[in-house]
């Protein structure tokens, strides 16, 4: 299904977002990084395992929610 697709390619994004956050790709409002920055990086701080649930809890958490 498409939205199979769909949740896959975003968990993936989130996956890599998590380890190589990146203000180029990031989704956050401009002035989001303008008073916070760019998150810091996920790497080395939390398993491969715990990257993927966290990915994973995120889409499945905000999938509805309409930023604005």
């Known amino acids: 299904k498409d939205i199979d ?3 896959h ?8 977002y998590l380890e190589n956050p990146d203000i180029l790709i990031g989704l956050c ?3 989001a990084y ?5 998150m810091p990086s996920f ?8 990257i993927k649930a966290v990915s ?3 889409y ?3 999938e ?4 604005k």
Do not use: M, N, S
Not at 9 to 16: E, K, S, T, V
Not at 43 to 50: D, H, N, V, W
Not at 64 to 67: E, L, P, Q
């Open 60 to 62: 499945d958490t905000f």
């Open 29 to 31: 409002d401009p002035h």
């Open 9 to 16: 390619i975003l968990i993936l994004f989130i996956r890599d």
């Open 43 to 50: 790497k080395g701080k939390l398993t491969k395992e715990e």
């Open 5 to 7: 697709i769909q949740r």
């Open 64 to 67: 509805d929610v309409g930023f």
């Open 56 to 58: 994973e809890w995120v």
């Open 34 to 38: 303008d008073q916070f920055g760019t």
